[in-house]
């Protein structure tokens, strides 16, 4: 399974303000997904990152409001732009498995976000 | 979007109890994982089921995909204080490799 860290692992921002976060893996993925989960909810997904290509968001996240890097095939970013309240939640990346087991997902620690 | 439904929501259970995680779809899955994330962590994957009617054993985890691959069940015996945690199931969404979660069932066993 692959090794996935983020960075910051929380914070706290002031509404108005932007937030990057970064997701290191330590092997190189074609795929990469970037979740939210608010506070006492299950997992959202935002987008799918993909290198060398522009991010697929999903139904209600948009590009302006989380624009999402992928500059290589082991890094992403995400930003959360013009936060507010709403926006404080738990981000988290995630990676595939091996191809065999491509259904499978393996998923960094997280950056747990509050907006003030 | 495929939903998945977990049920029961909150559990609250004391050491040695047995207990069963239902995990309920109106759709039909490739497969289906189950995840336990505790908290300040993501979710970890515990397994994945493929075939329809299949059972999986991890130590004192028992998993089962239902024989349409519409649902799946979770069965922990004698539960653990070292269980405690958010139990997840996934499964995938229509846009391929993406994961559709449910909303986790919230384990909590006391001593």
């Known amino acids: 399974s692959a090794v996935i860290s983020q960075k910051p692992s929380r914070d706290i921002c002031q509404r108005g303000t932007s937030l990057t976060i970064q997701c290191q893996v330590d092997s190189q993925v074609t795929m990469m997904f970037w979740y939210r989960q608010q506070p006492g909810q299950s997992l959202t997904l935002i987008a799918t990152?993909?290198?060398?290509?522009?991010?697929?968001?999903e139904s209600g996240f948009v590009i302006d409001k989380f624009p999402i890097s992928r500059p290589n095939l082991t890094f992403s970013t995400l930003t959360v732009s013009n936060m507010s309240p709403e926006d404080s939640s738990i981000y988290l990346c995630?990676?595939?498995?091996?191809?065999?087991?491509?259904?499978?997902?393996?998923f960094g620690p997280g950056t747990r976000l509050t907006v003030l | 979007t495929q939903l998945l439904e977990q049920s029961p929501q909150f559990l609250s259970i004391q050491e040695g109890e047995n207990l069963t995680v239902y995990c309920n779809s109106s759709?039909?899955?490739?497969?289906l994982q189950w995840y336990r994330q505790e908290p300040g962590e993501g979710p970890v994957l515990l397994v994945t089921?493929?075939?329809?009617?299949e059972v999986k054993k991890l130590k004192r985890l028992t998993f089962q995909f239902g024989d349409a691959r519409k649902d799946s069940s979770l069965h922990i015996t004698a539960a653990q204080p070292g269980d405690t945690g958010l139990y997840l199931c996934a499964g995938n969404s229509n846009s391929g490799y993406a994961l559709n979660f449910g909303k986790g069932t919230s384990l909590l066993v006391t001593p």
């Open positions: 995630s990676v595939p498995g091996t191809k065999k087991t491509y259904n499978e997902q393996f």
């Open positions: 990152a993909n290198q060398g290509s522009e991010a697929t968001y």
């Open positions: 089921v493929v075939t329809g009617g």
């Open positions: 759709s039909v899955f490739s497969s």
